[in-house]
């Protein structure tokens, strides 16, 4: 017998108010991001090494590539996180945390080679 925990709206609401009381509009703005399932992981074969590319908010909807818990390709990243130290990570990286763990990443299969020339690029 397989167990499933289900979660009530009061429990989902609390963990969303948790959510944004922590990353503040980057949790907004993560959240539409994956709301649109605007987050691939693109996974090298045969290796499985993988790397987050998601799409931007703005109107031109640029991919940044990203690992979720290290780095994000994003102006954000850079400024917000890395040089002033005021954000915890960009949403791009907290909208690739969102869609991993709730297992509805777009997965895109690529050759480990073509995983390295992406990479080669950031």
Known sequence: MNFCPTVTDDQLSMWCYRLHFIY???????????????????????????????VGESRRKEEYLCFAEH???????????VNRGEELCCKHQLAARLA??????????????????LLSNL
Request: hydrophobic fraction near 35%; charge should be neutral; include cysteine.
């Open 24 to 54: 503040g509009k980057n949790f907004e703005r993560a959240t539409r991001i994956f709301d649109q399932r605007g987050v691939k992981r693109i996974s090298g074969e045969p290796s499985g090494r993988s790397i987050f590319q998601v």
């Open 71 to 81: 780095y994000c390709a994003c102006y954000s990243f850079f400024y917000d996180i």
């Open 100 to 117: 991993a763990s709730t297992g509805t990443c777009i997965d895109v299969k690529v050759s480990d080679e073509e995983l390295a020339l």
